[in-house]
């Protein structure tokens, strides 16, 4: 079975810088894009930052210049560098990838199970 376990979060003042990561297990050929989603209380799901397995990056509006998505093939992570946060990135913050397993051999998409990012002013 194919994980993604995210960690990092936590409370954070604003203006603040707080680093998230996500681990992917199981029995993988590759992972090709992988990406940061959050969704804030009474908000639909957003995605935050993605990269794709060449390291080719994408950030929303409301993130570019303050985060900065990085991954790890070799060690199957995705990591969300967050500086100068504001209240409004206040969410839970879920990691998403497409990974190729095998058994047999398929794309599936996978989510983590989301880590609460809170800012406070």
């Known amino acids: 079975q194919v994980q993604l376990v995210e960690s990092g979060g936590g409370l954070v003042q604003a203006g603040g810088s707080l680093r998230l990561s996500c681990a992917a297990s199981?029995?993988?050929?590759?992972?090709?894009?992988m990406g940061w989603y959050r969704q804030a209380p009474g908000k639909q799901r957003e995605l935050v930052a993605a990269?794709?397995?060449?390291?080719?990056?994408n950030y929303a509006d409301s993130v570019k210049g303050r985060f900065t998505i990085s991954r790890d093939n070799a060690k199957r992570m995705v990591f969300l560098q967050m500086n100068s946060v504001k209240p409004e990135d206040t969410a839970v913050y879920y990691c998403?990838?497409?990974?190729?397993?095998?058994?047999?051999?398929?794309?599936?998409?996978?989510w983590g199970q989301g880590t609460l990012v809170t800012v406070f002013s």
């Open positions: 998403n990838a497409e990974i190729a397993v095998f058994g047999p051999y398929r794309l599936v998409e996978v």
């Open positions: 199981g029995i993988i050929s590759s992972i090709n894009d």
């Open positions: 990269v794709t397995s060449g390291g080719t990056t």
